[in-house]
Every structure is written in C-alpha cells, then in structure tokens.
C-alpha cells in the first residue's frame, strides 16, 4: 500500500499570481507527488507565469473568471479526489511549506483517540517572525476552525461533510467547513510541531499611538463579505468559542482600520452592507 504522503495531492489557488508561486509550488513539490494549480485569475499574464510549470506532476486549471475561494478550492479538490488521491493539502499562492510539514501533518491525521477531521499547521506572522501566542504548544490539539492555507483533508471527511460553500466566495470559508465538520462529531487538529508563515492581507507597518503594528489594509470588497459571512456564520451555528474569538480578532483589526488605514468610509459603509445582506441571506 502506498505510504500517506504519496496519497496526497496538493492544491494552490492563484489570484493575479507573482513570481513567488513558482517557488512555492516546486517546495510543495518535494512533499507531494502532484499539485493542482487553480488559475482563479484568467488573464494572459497569469497564464504565462504558470504555463512552464505545467507538466506530469503539475496540473494547470483554468477558471473563466474568479470564482471565488470556495469555488476555487472545490475545483482543486475535485480533481484530486477524481485522479485518485486520499488526501488533499490546499494553500494560499504565497505560503511556502516548510520541512517535514507533511509527515507532521499525517502523524496528527493518524491519531486514533479522536475522530480526526481537518488538521492544520500553526501559524508564524511572516511579517515578523513571531510565533501567534494561540499557536504555542506541544503535539496536536482540538480546535474549531482552522485557515484554509495548509489545512489537510481526508478523502473519507470530504465525502462525509461535503466541499467548501461556494456562495460563501470569500472569507469565512475555512471556518464553515471546520465548523461542519466539528457538527458532524469530528476533531479538527492545530499542530504545533510544524509552522506555517501567514500575511494578513497586503499587511504593512503602521504606527499606532506610540506602538508599530501591522494593518491589513483589505479592501471594501473583502470588508463587505468579512461582515456578511460573519453574520451567516453566527446564524448558521451559533455562539461559541469560534465566535467569541472571531469578535475579538474583529475589535483589534477594525481599531485599526479607523485609526490607520486608507479608504474608510468606503470599508465602513461596506460592512454595513454585509452586515445588512448578513441578516437578510435566506440559505442558511
């Protein structure tokens, strides 16, 4: 029988890619046998920074327009679970995986006093260097959501729960898979013994008061569907740790957008809207 890792395919969503894809694809390369690129940005340029890594073990899908993460992912994921594979290993374009990610990622997956559901790195802010404080431990633990980028799944969890939600497009995504997964009695895992480096949207330095701190300067767009799918979430859901920190993370980022970053009024009145069109959204 095959060992895990030659089981798992990866998949990387590209959005108007730069260069540093191809790094981070030929990295996942040395842990995977195959890795799904979904072109989410149709475009000549973007077409050509990926063509030359088309070949056996990489595989090019175009979409026809940005379809959105879940979508995005979902098509990635299909593929991989149709060319065989038993697990798929999903990424942001900018995150590069680190040594031994994999094995450790499979170890925590192989656990046996849980009903394992998703399981995922933890997380070192790639702007500093620093290691999140809830991203501090030893081993694997139990969490409710997990991000996308660097998040494993099995082909039996997928066919229990089903892909990610698609009308979500954007935002919130990974926490509605791991949250139905968490419904559906499994374990999502957080594995402390491998680091992920993350960027919080185009983060850069901004000084607060007498403090340096990192805003993440997401657009109206972002804005509109961070609010919206908050409020779907919570109503699809419920109250609950995830939520709780989910606030406030949400209190810290928006003190910044009002006191720093550029474009506020246009994020403010986008929010409203997806708070509106939150309480309004009927497929809950």
Do not use: C
Not at 103 to 123: E, H, N, S, W
Not at 170 to 185: K, N, P, Q, T
């Amino acid at each position: 029988m095959d060992e895990p890792g030659a089981q798992t395919a990866g998949v990387v969503l590209a959005y108007h890619p730069t260069v540093e894809i191809r790094h981070n694809v030929r990295q996942l390369l040395t842990q995977v046998p195959r890795v799904f690129i979904v072109n989410n940005s149709p475009d000549a340029l973007s077409r050509e920074l990926l063509g030359d890594l088309d070949g056996d073990r990489v595989v090019i899908l175009e979409q026809t327009e940005n379809v959105g993460v879940a979508a995005g992912f979902n098509a990635g994921m299909r593929a991989a679970l149709d060319a065989g594979f038993d697990y798929v290993w999903i990424f942001d374009q900018d995150s590069t995986v680190t040594d031994g990610m994999l094995d450790a990622l499979l170890r925590a997956q192989a656990r046996t006093d849980v009903k394992v559901g998703i399981v995922g790195p933890a997380l070192r802010a790639a702007e500093t260097g620093n290691v999140y404080d809830a991203d501090r431990g030893q081993g694997s633990a139990p969490i409710d959501a997990l991000i996308s980028s660097g998040a494993l799944f099995s082909r039996a969890l997928l066919e229990d729960i089903g892909l990610h939600d698609e009308a979500l497009f954007i935002d919130y995504v990974d926490h509605d898979i791991s949250l139905r997964a968490g419904r559906a009695g499994y374990t999502n895992l957080k594995v402390f013994e491998t680091l992920l480096d993350h960027r919080f949207g185009e983060s850069q330095p901004s000084r607060l008061l007498w403090r340096v701190v990192y805003v993440s300067n997401y657009s109206p767009m972002r804005q509109y569907y961070m609010s919206r799918n908050r409020v779907i979430l919570a109503r699809r859901f419920g109250w609950g740790r995830w939520l709780r920190d989910d606030l406030r993370y949400a209190m810290k980022a928006w003190t910044k957008v009002l006191i720093t970053e550029r474009d506020r009024p246009a994020k403010v009145g986008a929010a409203l809207r997806g708070l509106r069109d939150g309480l309004r959204y009927t497929a809950v």
